[in-house]
């Protein structure tokens, strides 16, 4: 059974409901599941829209990659994530990236995986709730800890919701 670290995003509709529900769909999928606290961020890649609610949760899994992809993938899509229908880093009911799969690093083209989550280590949103619920967590690849990662990053005004 690996650990899974997935980050939650939303900031379309009532979010803080949306993200709620999400966990609840995902303590089916992911066994012993913990929760970080609500976070507010500022967008950061497409700047015009409203900010995000950002979490992070994590728990035991023993499927494939693939598989967990396509179980986060649906949860979205039954919160009205149109992946085909967005604007690229903008607004969305949902979203789950899988930001550590264990100690595994993954690289799919079919369907387009890649873990660890390339952009966790510039996302001061991800790391922290992150951190909050592992703060001994280290980069697998390089055993860096993410705590400095974090502490290398400039202030993205990341606050508890």
């Not at 303590?27 to 599941?33: E, F, I, K």
């Not at 961020?41 to 023993?62: A, E, L, R, W």
């Not at 980069?139 to 800890?145: E, L, R, V």
Request: glycine share 8%; with cysteine.
């Amino acid at each position: 059974m690996e650990t899974i670290i997935l980050g939650l995003g939303s900031n379309r509709g009532d979010s803080k409901a949306i993200l709620a529900a999400a966990v609840e769909r995902l303590s089916a999928v992911l066994t012993g599941l913990r929760a970080s606290s609500l976070y507010i961020t500022k967008p950061q890649d497409y700047f015009d829209q409203d900010d995000f609610y950002n979490m992070v949760v994590s728990g035991g899994y023993t499927g494939t990659p693939a598989d967990l992809l396509a179980a986060v993938q649906h949860i979205e899509a039954d919160y009205g994530r149109n992946r085909a229908g967005e604007i690229p880093k903008g607004s969305r009911t949902l979203d789950i990236d899988i930001l550590f799969f264990g100690q595994q690093q993954v690289s799919l083209q079919e369907p387009p995986l890649t873990i660890p989550h390339p952009a966790v280590y510039r996302r001061a949103f991800a790391l922290i709730p992150l951190l909050e619920l592992h703060p001994d967590y280290c980069d697998p690849i390089s055993k860096t800890p993410l705590a400095v990662m974090l502490a290398g990053l400039e202030d993205q005004g990341v606050r508890k919701a």
